[in-house]
C-alpha cells in the first residue's frame, strides 16, 4: 500500500498563464540535421529543476523540455523544443486561426480543442487526427493495471475512466461523438480536475457569525451555500465565464440534476445555454438572474488570487479549480495559517480536461515521440508533483492494490478503483489515510468515487455559436447597471477627455517609456 504521505509530497504549482503569445521562428536545419519540434503550451505547466528544491531531495532532473532532447539524442536524432506560452486561450485560438503561426503540438482544455477541431486555415482544418498506434505509453485498448506480483505497472496508459470520458465527447460541440469525431481520435489528455469550494471552517468571520465548523462544512457541501446572506462577503468566485455560469446553472437547475438518472440526461442539462440546446436564451438569460443575485453576496472576482488569498485570512470560501485547492492547502499547512478543505457539492461539478492537439502539418514523428515521452509514467509524474494537477496516465505509481487485509485502524480507506479498472474489471485500487484528511489534497486530485458512480462528474462543452451570448451575459454579470450618479460622473469625464484629448496625446509622446501593459484577465481556466 502507497503512503499517503507519498501522495502528499507531489508540491504543487497552480497554472499561470501569463506571457504574450510568441512566434514560432525555428524550421527543421538539413546542415546540422537538427529537427525543430515547435510547442505552444500555458506558462508553468511542464516540469521544471528547481535548484532550491533539488537541494532539500527534491526533483534532481534537469526541465522535462531537456530530459526530452536528452532522451531523442540517445535514440541518435539532435530535436531541438521551441517551447513558447499564452495567456489566455481566446488570445491564443485567435492567433491560430490566422493562420500566419503554427505549432506542431498544442496544449488546451477541452473546450478549447472543440473549437480548433472545427476551425479551416487555408483550407486546412487546424488540428489533426492522432496515429494512436504511435503513442503506445498514452493509448492501450488491451489495458489492464499492475499484476499479482508487481503491485502495479509502469507500462499501461491512460486511464480508461479519462479515455471513456474523452470518448463520449464529441470532437466538435454539438454533434454526435461518433468514431472518427470523438475528442479521444484528436487528443492526448494531459491534466485533468474538477471545480468545486475550497473554504476554511475556522475562518474568523464566519465564527463571529455563531457558524461552527461542521456547520460550514455541511453547508459547503452544497453549491447552494453561496447565496445564503450568512455567507455575505466571505465568498470569492471565479472570474471565469465558464466556471462562474456552470455554478450558477447548478443552482438554477439543481432539482432537474438531482431528478436526471443517467450521465447523458445530467451533461444536457448541465451543457444549457450550448450548442445543442434549443431555449438557449431562455436558460442563459435564468442563470444569469442567479449570478446577478450571487454577485451581491460575494466579496469579489478573482482568477489567480484567491488561492493565496484564503491562506491569509482575507477571505473563507473560494470556488477552487482541484490544483489550486491543493496549492492552498500545502500553503496553509506549510505556513501553520489555515487548515483548508475541499467539497465537490452533491449536486456535482465540471470536470474539465487539459489536453494535447497536433496542428496539420505538423512534424507528425517527433511530436507523436514527445507525446509518447510525456505519458510515461515516470515522467507524468514529475509533470504531476509540479504543477499539482492530476496526470491521466494510471502507472503513475502512486497508488497500489488494497485487498481483505485492509484494517479500519489503519485510518479511512480511500477508493480509487474508478480510475483505474477498465470497464467489466472489478479489482480494487486505493489508499488508506487518517481521516482527518478526507475532503483535504486526496480529494481534491482524485474526486471520491461515489460522485462517478453517481454520474456527479460531468462534462460542459464548447457554447459553439451561442458564445457571444453568454459571453454578453457574463459581462453584463461582472458589470451589473451603474447608479445615475456613476452614469452622470462617467459622462463629466468623458466630455473632459474629449477636450483634453490634444494634450493627452503630447504627454503620452513625453512619457511612454513610464507606461505599463496592462493584461486582461482570462475568461477561460
Not at 505552444?40 to 535548484?51: F, P, R, V
Not at 488570445?91 to 496544449?107: H, V
Not at 475528442?183 to 468545486?196: R, S
Request: hydrophobic residues 35%.
Amino acid at each position: 500500500m502507497v503512503s499517503f504521505n507519498k501522495l502528499i509530497s507531489l508540491i504543487p504549482i497552480t497554472i499561470i498563464a501569463i506571457p504574450a503569445l510568441a512566434s514560432c521562428g525555428g524550421n527543421n536545419n538539413p546542415q546540422d540535421g537538427t529537427i525543430y519540434l515547435k510547442v505552444l503550451n500555458s506558462e508553468d505547466y511542464i516540469y521544471k529543476y528547481d535548484e532550491e528544491d533539488a537541494k532539500k531531495g527534491g526533483n534532481p532532473n534537469p526541465d522535462m523540455i531537456v530530459q526530452f532532447e536528452q532522451y531523442m539524442e540517445k535514440k541518435g536524432q539532435k530535436v531541438r523544443v521551441i517551447y513558447d506560452t499564452f495567456d489566455t486561450m481566446e488570445n491564443m485560438y485567435n492567433t491560430l486561426k490566422t493562420g500566419k503561426t503554427k505549432y506542431d503540438l498544442i496544449c488546451a482544455s477541452e473546450y478549447m480543442i472543440q473549437k480548433l477541431a472545427k476551425e479551416v486555415v487555408n483550407d486546412k482544418p487546424l488540428i489533426q487526427k492522432l496515429n494512436k498506434e504511435s503513442i503506445p505509453n498514452y493509448f492501450n485498448d488491451n489495458y489492464k493495471f499492475g499484476s499479482e506480483d508487481e503491485g502495479f505497472d509502469y507500462s499501461y496508459g491512460c486511464s480508461p475512466f479519462i479515455r471513456n470520458k474523452l470518448k463520449s465527447m464529441p470532437a466538435v460541440a454539438g454533434t454526435e461523438a461518433i468514431e472518427g469525431n470523438r475528442m479521444d481520435d484528436y487528443v492526448v489528455c494531459y491534466m485533468w480536475g474538477t471545480l468545486g469550494i475550497l473554504y476554511n471552517p475556522e475562518y474568523d468571520l464566519l465564527k463571529s457569525r455563531g457558524l461552527t465548523p461542521d456547520q460550514i462544512a455541511n453547508d459547503m457541501t452544497d453549491w447552494d451555500s453561496l447565496w445564503d446572506s450568512k455567507y455575505k462577503k466571505a465568498i470569492a468566485i471565479k472570474d471565469s465565464m465558464r466556471d462562474t455560469y456552470c455554478i450558477g446553472l447548478m443552482h438554477k437547475y439543481k432539482d432537474l440534476l438531482n431528478q436526471a438518472k443517467t450521465i447523458e440526461e445530467k451533461n444536457t442539462i448541465f451543457n444549457y445555454g450550448g450548442e445543442a440546446d434549443p431555449d438557449y436564451k431562455k436558460h442563459i438569460n435564468e442563470v444569469k438572474d442567479e449570478l446577478l443575485t450571487l454577485r451581491k453576496n460575494v466579496f469579489g472576482f478573482e482568477v489567480d488570487s484567491g488561492k493565496q488569498d484564503i491562506v491569509t485570512g482575507k477571505i473563507g470560501i473560494d470556488t477552487a479549480w482541484s490544483g489550486d485547492a491543493v496549492y492552498s492547502m500545502d500553503q496553509g499547512d506549510e505556513e501553520k495559517s489555515a487548515r483548508l478543505y475541499y467539497s465537490i457539492p452533491t449536486e456535482g461539478t465540471n470536470l474539465w480536461f487539459d489536453c494535447w492537439a497536433m496542428q496539420t502539418g505538423a512534424n507528425v514523428e517527433v511530436a507523436n515521440e514527445f507525446l509518447n515521452f510525456i505519458s510515461d509514467p515516470i515522467n507524468a509524474n514529475q509533470n504531476m508533483g509540479y504543477i499539482g494537477y492530476t496526470s491521466p496516465i494510471a502507472g503513475i505509481g502512486t497508488f497500489a492494490y488494497f485487498d481483505e487485509t485492509y484494517s479500519e485502524d489503519e485510518g479511512e480507506l480511500y477508493d480509487v478503483s474508478y480510475f483505474y479498472n477498465a470497464d467489466g474489471e472489478e479489482e480494487k485500487h486505493g489508499f488508506i489515510i487518517p481521516e482527518s484528511e478526507i475532503h483535504r489534497q486526496i480529494s481534491a486530485q482524485f474526486p471520491l468515487a461515489e460522485l462517478e458512480k453517481n454520474n456527479k462528474l460531468m462534462i460542459m462543452q464548447d457554447y459553439g455559436t451561442h458564445n457571444d451570448d453568454i459571453l454578453t451575459m457574463w459581462e453584463q454579470v461582472k458589470h451589473e447597471s451603474l447608479p445615475i450618479w456613476a452614469v452622470i460622473l462617467i459622462s463629466v469625464e468623458a466630455a473632459l477627455v474629449a477636450a483634453g484629448i490634444t494634450w493627452v496625446v503630447v504627454i503620452k509622446v513625453k512619457d511612454k517609456n513610464r507606461r505599463k501593459l496592462r493584461k486582461s484577465n482570462s475568461i477561460a481556466k
